[in-house]
């Protein structure tokens, strides 16, 4: 089976600009969480969806956003971008079977200027 | 407040020997535990995991460890290899309604498997 996948891969936006990320899970999985890494945080848990409805939601602004396709491929925006949203967005797909195993992408390096 | 901690930033070990890495947590709701290991440019990749009712789970040679009284687990590695060296994330797991289980992830601890 194919991996998860994320495009694009890398993303420089200036601040005040939108931004929108997508990504593929495995075949076959439903959930699909998105998840923000910082040098100084680790990773951050954003939100997740499951059957296009958004299940549970991290401790992020509104600024922040998602939503999920019919097909399990969800896209994640972020909107008024600021200096400190510059990291690694990562999204992580799991199967029904497997709730707690996540297996992620590659990641989306956004850089703010 | 961090639930979940790896006190340690940074391991080197020589090749061979076994690495020990370590993690604390403080939430009693989690019930599942993993650990995922990151190379540089690439996602987080399953490593191993251990349900809250065991103490103890292998995978070739990796064995993770549960303490549930004091909160703690660790990983073993036996033997590292250079191949090894990466950035290892311990990460929780609990229900959070909905059907849905959220991962709480440590910071981070990057192991060097020196040749």
């Known amino acids: 089976k194919a991996g998860v996948t994320q495009t694009p891969r890398y993303l420089i936006k200036t601040r005040g600009q939108q931004v929108t990320l997508s990504c593929s899970p495995i075949s076959g999985h439903r959930s699909v969480s998105w998840y923000q890494q910082t ?4 990773l951050q848990f954003l939100f997740e969806y499951f059957s296009e409805t958004q299940r549970n939601k991290g401790n992020f602004p509104g600024r922040f956003s998602g939503r999920q396709f019919s097909n399990s491929r969800s896209e994640m925006n972020v909107s008024t971008l600021e200096l ?11 199967s029904v079977e497997g ?7 590659p990641g989306t390096r956004l850089t703010v200027t | 407040d961090q639930q979940v901690k790896q006190n340690s930033p940074s391991l ?4 061979g ?7 604390d947590y403080t939430n009693s709701m989690f019930d599942y535990f993993l650990w995922y290991k990151k190379y540089p440019a690439e996602g987080p990749t399953f490593l191993i995991s251990i349900s809250s009712i065991k103490d103890k789970n292998e995978d070739g040679r990796f064995t993770v460890f549960l303490n549930k009284s004091a909160k703690h687990l660790s990983l073993h590695i036996v033997p590292s290899q250079p191949g090894d060296s990466a950035v290892y994330f311990c990460a929780a797991s609990t229900y959070s309604g909905a059907g849905s289980y959220q991962l ?3 910071k981070g601890t990057k192991l060097s498997v020196i040749p």
């Open chain 1, 39 to 42: 040098p100084g945080q680790g």
């Open chain 1, 84 to 94: 400190g949203d510059s990291a690694l967005y990562l999204c992580a797909s799991s």
């Open chain 1, 99 to 105: 709730l707690y195993e996540q297996y992620f992408g």
């Open chain 2, 12 to 15: 080197s070990v020589q090749e």
């Open chain 2, 17 to 23: 020997r076994i690495s020990i890495l370590n993690c």
């Open chain 2, 104 to 106: 709480t992830f440590g």
